[in-house]
């Protein structure tokens, strides 16, 4: 996923990617790196250390009039993201191309920050380095673009951050710091043994640098924990100091300690390129210093939530249309009518919490809650029940009825409601195999509910033993037909139309909760089912909830269980 669309505003490549097609063209030691991939486009691997050089030297030449020199050992820097914390210190100290002051810890061989901010500014750099080979390049870089009267490059002891490096400039004050510190503390961290969550992929780059540059002890938060405690000696010295981090997670305890020293203004941003994230955090002891506002969360709120959709085609809609009386629809239903009932009967069977909530003329819309996760390995279920129902004790073969007992009534039952005074178990003789009908009404289970999906078919269970769940005599559903104590029906109930069986006897059954009134819940969510043309569309918008993987899951369930119907008409 590409980040570059939350680059800073000013950075010129946030709408403008490098065409690295042009710069082959332009460039031949660019060109070498460059290939094409089988849809035509210009591609780069960065993965190649000469690949990531390249592209680096060339954007600088190209953008900045920059010629630099990178040995591959030492850390390459990806300018879109160093060009982001230059513009963020443009925002820090209030100007562009204003003479600044400024300070750069641990310059690197490229010397980048004090190259750009020179270039484009006009700022006076003092850059410090340890490393000897970065430091020999730093300063060789400097000379070759003619900029030595507005950047100092310094080699200081190991170790050294603000306090030793302006022992020598005690009369300057200096408007910024900036530093990219090391980030890793040892060498299984920089490769991200303990520090790269496993979900994450892999980098997309190559890391070049070196020891001094990719670690440091107790890494970047020990480090930027050090260059705070300078700034409370120097304070006022500088009046920003910035530090840019590469882990989320240094953010709050560099915030806590700057808290807990006191330091009156403190901010901090992102900085985003491709699919790198970086952060950065500053601080300052000045009162009259203007604090750029910290990232908005609301841009990841106004982020678009596109809602999971299918289409139902108008051939597939008139099946269903045709279908609908034998789920209590009215005759001749429209088509957002008859997909809304649908919807309704299978929300029903999988006890997802659901209501008609107001919306526009030509469409339907339900709340559903979801409470459980019934629509997974939902056949698995249906195997498991049959089973169970033909290991129950069977009734002697002279054909007398047996009244289950209260335990094997709750073990038959997944919803724990009882037929106890009602239910019979009965053996079939042969002649009631062969010439024994059963009676009108008793091949379904009916029942409304409450969303007036009235029908609700039973699958045959093309078992051999057969388990009757008869009707109580006192029911007074107008649908409901009495079974014969003595006719038996050859069918198994699958557990997700028993609970519509209960309420189809007369009994007391507890009627299921308001979706909204739920507290503990998988997730909420928004169905819209609307008519485009002569079609019909079933849009699903999440609304909250733990996973959006399980809102899915229901969206494709709910799809294929309308096509089942369309390829299987109920009843066949």
Same mark, same amino acid.
């Given at each position: 996923?590409?980040?570059?669309g939350s680059?800073?505003?000013?950075n010129?490549?946030?709408?403008?990617?490098?065409?690295?097609a042009?710069l082959?063209?332009? /460039?031949?030691? !660019?060109e070498?790196h460059?290939h094409t991939?089988?849809?035509?486009?210009a591609?780069?691997?960065?993965?190649?250390?000469?690949a990531v050089?390249?592209?680096?030297c060339?954007?600088l030449?190209?953008?900045?009039?920059l010629?630099?020199?990178?040995?591959?050992?030492r850390l390459?820097?990806t300018?879109?993201?160093?060009?982001?914390?230059?513009?963020?210190?443009?925002?820090? #100290?209030?100007?562009?191309?204003?003479?600044?002051r400024?300070?750069d #810890?641990?310059?690197?061989a490229?010397?980048?920050?004090?190259?750009?901010?020179?270039?484009?500014?006009?700022? @006076?750099?003092? %850059?410090?380095e340890?490393?000897d080979?970065?430091?020999?390049?730093?300063?060789?870089n400097?000379?070759?673009?003619?900029?030595?009267d507005?950047?100092?490059?310094?080699?200081?002891?190991?170790?050294?951050?603000? =306090?030793?490096?302006?022992?020598?400039?005690?009369?300057?004050?200096?408007?910024f710091c900036m530093c990219?510190?090391?980030?890793? %503390?040892?060498?299984?961290? &920089?490769?991200?043994?303990? $520090?790269?969550?496993?979900?994450?992929?892999?980098?997309?780059s190559v890391n070049?640098g070196g020891?001094?540059?990719?670690? &440091?002890?107790?890494?970047?938060?020990?480090?930027?924990?050090?260059i705070?405690?300078?700034?409370?000696?120097?304070?006022t010295?500088l009046r920003?100091?910035?530090?840019?981090?590469?882990?989320?997670?240094?953010?709050?305890?560099?915030k806590e300690?700057?808290?807990?020293?006191?330091?009156?203004?403190?901010?901090h941003?992102?900085?985003?390129?491709?699919?790198?994230?970086?952060? &950065?955090?500053?601080w $300052?002891? /000045?009162?009259d210093v203007?604090?750029?506002?910290p990232?908005?969360?609301?841009?990841?709120?106004?982020?678009?939530?596109?809602?999971?959709?299918f289409?139902?085609?108008q051939?597939?809609?008139?099946?269903?249309?045709?279908?609908?009386?034998?789920?209590?629809?009215?005759?001749?239903?429209?088509p957002?009518?008859? #997909?809304? %009932?649908?919807?309704e009967?299978?929300?029903?069977d999988?006890?997802?919490l @659901?209501?008609?909530?107001?919306?526009?003329?030509k469409?339907?819309?339900?709340?559903?809650?979801?409470?459980?996760?019934?629509w997974? @390995?939902?056949?698995?279920?249906?195997?498991?029940?049959?089973?169970?129902?033909r290991?129950?004790?069977? &009734?002697?073969?002279?054909?007398?009825?047996?009244?289950l007992?209260?335990a094997?009534?709750?073990?038959?039952s997944?919803t724990h409601?009882?037929y106890?005074s009602?239910?019979?178990?009965?053996?079939?003789?042969a002649a009631?195999?062969?010439?024994?009908?059963?009676?009108?009404g008793?091949?379904?289970?009916?029942?409304?509910?409450?969303?007036?999906?009235?029908?609700?078919?039973?699958?045959?269970?093309?078992?051999?033993?057969?388990?009757i769940?008869?009707?109580s005599?006192?029911?007074?559903?107008?649908?409901?037909t009495?079974?014969?104590?003595?006719?038996?029906?050859?069918?198994?109930t699958?557990?997700?139309?028993?609970?519509e069986?209960?309420?189809?006897?007369g009994?007391?059954? =507890?009627?299921p909760?308001?979706?909204?009134a739920?507290?503990? !819940?998988?997730f909420?969510?928004?169905?819209?089912?609307?008519?485009?043309?002569q079609?019909? %569309?079933?849009?699903?918008?999440?609304v909250?909830?733990?996973?959006?993987? =399980?809102?899915?899951?229901?969206?494709t /369930?709910l799809k294929n269980t309308?096509?089942?119907?369309?390829a299987k008409?109920?009843?066949?």
């Amino acid at each position: 996923m590409s980040l570059n669309g939350s680059m800073h505003p000013r950075n010129r490549y946030k709408d403008k990617p490098p065409d690295f097609a042009y710069l082959a063209s332009k /460039y031949p030691d !660019f060109e070498q790196h460059v290939h094409t991939n089988l849809a035509g486009r210009a591609m780069l691997n960065f993965k190649e250390p000469e690949a990531v050089r390249a592209l680096t030297c060339t954007l600088l030449k190209e953008d900045f009039g920059l010629t630099i020199d990178i040995p591959l050992e030492r850390l390459i820097p990806t300018v879109p993201l160093r060009l982001n914390y230059i513009h963020w210190v443009e925002d820090l #100290i209030g100007g562009q191309g204003e003479p600044r002051r400024g300070i750069d #810890i641990g310059t690197g061989a490229s010397c980048i920050y004090p190259l750009l901010g020179a270039s484009m500014n006009g700022w @006076h750099y003092l %850059a410090t380095e340890v490393d000897d080979i970065c430091f020999d390049y730093a300063t060789r870089n400097v000379e070759q673009n003619n900029l030595s009267d507005l950047i100092k490059v310094v080699k200081v002891p190991q170790k050294t951050l603000l =306090m030793d490096a302006l022992k020598e400039e005690s009369a300057i004050v200096y408007d910024f710091c900036m530093c990219n510190p090391p980030f890793f %503390a040892n060498q299984l961290e &920089a490769k991200g043994v303990n $520090s790269r969550n496993s979900r994450r992929p892999p980098p997309s780059s190559v890391n070049t640098g070196g020891v001094t540059e990719i670690m &440091a002890e107790g890494g970047e938060l020990e480090f930027v924990k050090r260059i705070i405690h300078d700034s409370l000696q120097l304070k006022t010295r500088l009046r920003w100091y910035s530090c840019m981090l590469g882990k989320k997670c240094s953010l709050a305890p560099l915030k806590e300690e700057l808290r807990k020293q006191g330091v009156p203004k403190v901010t901090h941003t992102e900085f985003c390129q491709g699919r790198t994230m970086r952060w &950065a955090l500053a601080w $300052s002891f /000045y009162d009259d210093v203007t604090v750029p506002s910290p990232p908005s969360k609301k841009r990841k709120l106004e982020k678009s939530r596109k809602p999971l959709s299918f289409m139902l085609l108008q051939p597939t809609v008139k099946e269903l249309q045709s279908q609908a009386a034998s789920i209590g629809c009215l005759s001749n239903p429209r088509p957002v009518e008859t #997909i809304t %009932a649908w919807l309704e009967k299978t929300l029903s069977d999988l006890k997802v919490l @659901h209501k008609r909530v107001p919306c526009g003329r030509k469409e339907q819309s339900l709340f559903l809650t979801a409470v459980e996760n019934t629509w997974i @390995h939902r056949r698995q279920r249906r195997r498991d029940q049959g089973r169970h129902l033909r290991e129950l004790p069977r &009734a002697p073969p002279s054909g007398t009825s047996t009244t289950l007992s209260s335990a094997t009534a709750q073990q038959h039952s997944t919803t724990h409601t009882l037929y106890s005074s009602h239910s019979d178990l009965h053996t079939p003789t042969a002649a009631q195999g062969q010439g024994s009908a059963p009676q009108s009404g008793t091949n379904r289970a009916d029942g409304a509910n409450s969303q007036g999906v009235s029908c609700v078919p039973v699958e045959n269970s093309g078992t051999e033993e057969d388990v009757i769940m008869e009707s109580s005599p006192t029911s007074t559903t107008p649908n409901t037909t009495t079974a014969l104590p003595t006719t038996t029906q050859k069918q198994e109930t699958p557990p997700e139309t028993q609970e519509e069986e209960v309420g189809a006897t007369g009994q007391e059954v =507890m009627q299921p909760q308001s979706p909204s009134a739920v507290q503990h !819940f998988l997730f909420k969510c928004l169905v819209n089912v609307k008519a485009e043309e002569q079609d019909v %569309a079933v849009e699903i918008q999440w609304v909250e909830g733990q996973n959006k993987d =399980m809102m899915n899951q229901l969206c494709t /369930y709910l799809k294929n269980t309308l096509f089942k119907v369309v390829a299987k008409p109920l009843g066949i």
